[in-house]
């Protein structure tokens, strides 16, 4: 199947500080990607689509002041927590369609997010 | 209210066993469907998708009964290997999945 990655694998930060997570689809393009935030013994809940050449569309209650995406190429998508805090400290996946079977997404290892 | 809806478990069986759980969606408009699984402290992985027929993949077997707005995994002969959580998911036209909070399944020997 397709290869999703994201880097950082896990961040520790203080609290305050900016921290920027990266998405990239290694051997297929996606103009969408999709990110998610998942904390302890919950679901995942998508938090934003990114297209590519545009802006991103936010969920519901997700600040897109706060979390930004940058859709900046076919193959990479970031996601920047502005001013992070505790409560922000999550694991943050990201996704992509490859196209071909109809919604089938390929899953980021995902990132650990620990604000201090 | 959940759009997808899970029996959290856990399902705990010894190796060998059937294992059987459902799922619940509120949004009729969902198109597609699928089981994912979740290792802990790991990203999802695509089991199965679940066709209106029903599919079997090996000791998986999946059912949807649109009606009823249910999606069901059966699993055969569980190994301890099965031991996971499996998320129920529902897609929608633009390729936006909504997940269930999971499953969680233990295999023990």
């Known amino acids: 199947g397709a290869v999703v990655s994201q880097h950082p694998s896990r961040v520790i930060c203080k609290s305050g500080t900016s921290v920027k997570i990266e998405c990239r689809s290694l051997d297929f393009q996606a103009t969408t990607m999709f990110w998610y935030r998942q904390f302890p013994k919950q679901s995942l809940m998508l938090m934003a689509t990114s297209n590519e050449g545009s802006k991103a569309t936010y969920e519901q209650g997700v600040e897109k002041d706060k979390f930004l995406i940058n859709h900046a190429s076919l193959t990479l998508s970031t996601l920047t927590v502005t001013s992070a805090h505790p409560e922000d400290s999550s694991f943050y996946i990201c996704?992509?369609?490859?196209?071909?079977?109809?919604?089938?997404?390929?899953f980021g290892p995902g990132t650990r997010l620990t604000v201090l | 209210r959940k759009e997808v809806e899970q029996d959290p478990g856990p399902f705990n069986v010894p190796e060998g066993a059937t294992v059987a759980f459902n799922c619940t969606y509120s949004n009729s408009a969902s198109q597609s469907f699928f089981w994912y699984r979740q290792d802990c402290r790991k990203e999802p992985k695509l089991l199965m998708s679940?066709?209106?027929s029903g599919n079997e993949d090996g000791r998986f077997t999946a059912q949807l009964n649109r009606a009823s707005q249910y999606i069901s995994l059966l699993i055969r002969d569980s190994k301890l290997s099965d031991s996971a959580t499996y998320l129920c998911?529902?897609?929608?036209?633009?390729?936006?999945?909504?997940f269930g909070a999971g499953t969680t399944v233990t295999v023990r020997a």
């Open positions: 998911v529902g897609g929608l036209n633009d390729y936006k999945l909504s």
């Open positions: 996704s992509a369609p490859e196209g071909g079977t109809y919604n089938e997404q390929f």
């Open positions: 679940v066709y209106s």
